[in-house]
């Protein structure tokens, strides 16, 4: 066990997370039609250093105690306002970014977090290098203490039906001495989500947001992103594509992870977007939840229109289709595949988005599937506004 500094203890003095454990937690949550979400005492003005802006920027927040709920996990009890802060994935990396955060203090697995995103956004920076990777042959109760984070937004049922060697008892424990896990696993669907909903990618933000006392930008991103999408759409033809959504298994593939196009926030651009499932109407399951393989015979049979990559890795245009496009080309088998013949082979990213990646995805894939519509060049979400919403100045 790691033994805490006296400055860590004084600190965790002002953070209470309250939850409960097993079945009867579980249950209470998904009985729960009402938010839950409470405030007490007088506005003040809190100093707090957020991603781009200075140390003295003021957010308007109200002091004592408050709580949000998330299920699993229920209710949770801050007695001020959270500054250290762990995030499952770079979903919920992305939503503090959007709130004008500092950067977690670590993700579980880092290479997973592609911040690329934000490279031509002024003001907003992240360097994964300064990040923790949780998992590091398993996760250890140790590393949290070591971090000493103020909240973890992690679905306890991801730890303990995922990670090994974690159980109820693990998690209460970390609640306990560092800070609640209060997350909710809502990118992929699992079987142990079944008993408490999940969260769409704004619903998620806006908890987040609440956790954090920043709800006006949870707003303001909100309105923007009503608006970005109706722009968009506006501009799509009636006719839209379906798309094979594939997880090469290298960089030369003979075998793909097939994924469905499901309802989970992974998906959300594709289904804004109007798109449609290649592998519908087929006894093709979704690796999430039997971890299988195809190769390129039922992909034949279905001959997708589109064909989209997760990757192991971000590469720019030119290097994606150097990588792959040419290889499936030169592929005795691939070659026959409309797709490939036409070149509407495409990077798909990863799955994770939170608010800033979801309009960044959003805007590749626009201009990927429609080109007639929309110019290779063109910028279809205000950088300068995103940063400006960030900041807490719009």
């Known amino acids: ?77 801050f007695e001020s306002v959270p500054g250290r802060w762990v995030a499952e994935n770079p979903s919920w990396a992305d939503m503090g970014v959007a709130l004008g955060l500092e950067q977690p203090l670590a993700v579980v697995l880092t290479s997973e977090y592609r911040t690329h995103q934000y490279d031509d956004i002024p003001g907003i920076s992240v360097n994964t290098d300064e990040m923790t990777s949780l998992w590091q042959d398993g996760i250890s109760k140790e590393l949290f203490y070591k971090l000493g984070a103020d909240v973890h937004f992690i679905d306890p049922n991801y730890m303990t039906k995922l990670i090994p060697n974690w159980d109820q008892s693990d998690v209460d424990e970390i609640a306990t001495n560092v800070a609640p896990m209060c997350g909710n696993t809502s990118f992929s669907t699992y079987p142990w989500h079944e008993d408490y909903p999940y969260y769409d990618l704004y619903e998620a933000f806006e908890k987040v947001a609440k956790v954090f006392r920043r709800r ?36 030369q593939p003979e075998k793909f ?84 013949q036409n070149g509407d082979v495409y990077p798909a990213g990863s799955m994770y988005q939170g608010p800033i990646m979801n309009l960044a995805k959003t805007e590749r894939a626009a201009k990927q599937l429609f080109p007639d519509e929309f110019d290779s060049d063109e910028r279809l979400y205000d950088r300068q506004r995103v940063a400006a919403i960030s900041k807490g100045d719009a």
């Not at 992103?225 to 290298?250: C, K, M, Q, Y």
């Not at 190769?295 to 890795?313: A, G, R, W």
């Open 1 to 77: 066990m790691v033994e805490r500094s006296s400055d860590d203890a004084t600190r965790r003095r002002f953070l209470k997370g309250s939850a409960v454990a097993g079945a009867a937690l579980l249950a209470g949550c998904s009985g729960d039609t009402s938010d839950g979400d409470t405030t007490t005492g007088e506005t003040t003005s809190d100093r707090t250093t957020s991603n781009g802006t200075s140390s003295d920027e003021t957010t308007t927040t109200t002091d004592g105690p408050y709580s949000v709920t998330m299920p699993p996990v229920g209710k949770v009890t």
């Open 216 to 251: 006006d930008r949870y707003v303001a991103f909100k309105q923007y992103h009503d608006e970005f999408i109706g722009n968009v759409t506006e501009r799509l033809p009636d006719e839209r594509p379906s798309i094979a959504l594939l997880s090469p298994a290298s960089t």
């Open 257 to 340: 992870y097939p994924y469905r196009l499901g309802e989970r926030t992974a998906y959300k651009h594709w289904h804004d977007l109007g798109v449609t499932d290649a592998l519908a109407g087929s006894n093709i399951a979704t690796f999430t939840s039997d971890r299988g393989t195809i190769d390129f015979e039922p992909l034949l049979e279905i001959d997708p229109e589109v064909i989209m990559f997760y990757t192991d890795e971000h590469r720019p245009h030119e290097e994606f289709r150097s990588t792959y496009l040419e290889f499936l080309r030169e592929h005795d088998t691939a070659s026959a595949l409309t797709a490939v």
